[in-house]
């Protein structure tokens, strides 16, 4: 990745400012044996700050814009600690704003958001009908200012994607069933995370991006709520 966005930095001539570079840190669980970023045998303090360490020196940069805890620790009494070091990161200025990955219990997110003293500006989950969609937390998100980030947004919900009906309102809009899903997800004041590596997908999840930050309506209120019935969103 630090590869890659310093050379399309310097082909288009763009300033680190004007890209958005989010990493995570990870607990033992979350890695393979022999892809550890950290003494897995270091204090847990101490592993969050190698663990940064490396992702600045992966991503070629002083900073990074957004970074996440990949998702509660053990107890938490670890989850808090681990957030304590993150706060000290944005202090240091080397990260500028924190998010939780993973959390799909509102009250673990609730009593980090009170205990502390830089709040989540991210919820990063899985946007799936097991977690109830996460009605609760993405209200809970848009009362805090959280900015909710969906992954697995379209792995999860293929069979409403392939549906008749989501594929004509795919075609009524000039859209591929897939970006629908996107544009549904912006119309509800998401994030959703798009991990494709099709140079074709990359451009139209782009656009449709553009599309809602050049303050276009892409879906109306009655798209949204067809979108949702399908989905079996409540």
Known sequence: ????????????????????????????GAHSEDNIPYDKDAPLETRVRQSLALSLQNLQTDYIDSLVMHSPMRSYEETLRVWRVFESFVEENKVRQLGLANCYDQKTFLR????????????????????????????????????????WTLSANREAIKSREWKAMAL???????????????????????????????????????????????????????????????
């Not at 990745?1 to 400012?17: I, S």
Request: net charge negative.
């Open 172 to 234: 009524n809009k000039n859209l591929s069933p897939q970006t629908l899903m996107y544009a549904y997800m912006m119309s509800l004041g998401h994030t959703p995370l798009s991990g494709t590596t099709d140079v074709t997908h990359m451009k139209e999840d782009v656009d449709i991006m553009m599309r809602f930050q050049n303050g276009e309506e892409v879906l109306s209120k009655d798209d949204v709520e067809t979108l949702s019935s399908l989905l079996g969103v409540q």
């Open 112 to 151: 980090l958001y009170e205990d502390s003293h830089i709040k989540p500006k991210v919820l990063q989950n899985r946007f799936y009908s097991q977690s109830g969609f996460d009605t609760e937390l993405r209200d809970l998100c848009d009362a805090y200012g959280v900015t909710y980030q969906s992954f």
């Open 1 to 28: 990745v630090g590869d890659g966005w310093t050379a399309a930095a310097k082909e288009l001539n763009l300033k680190r400012e004007d890209l958005w570079l989010q990493t995570k840190f990870s607990g033992l």
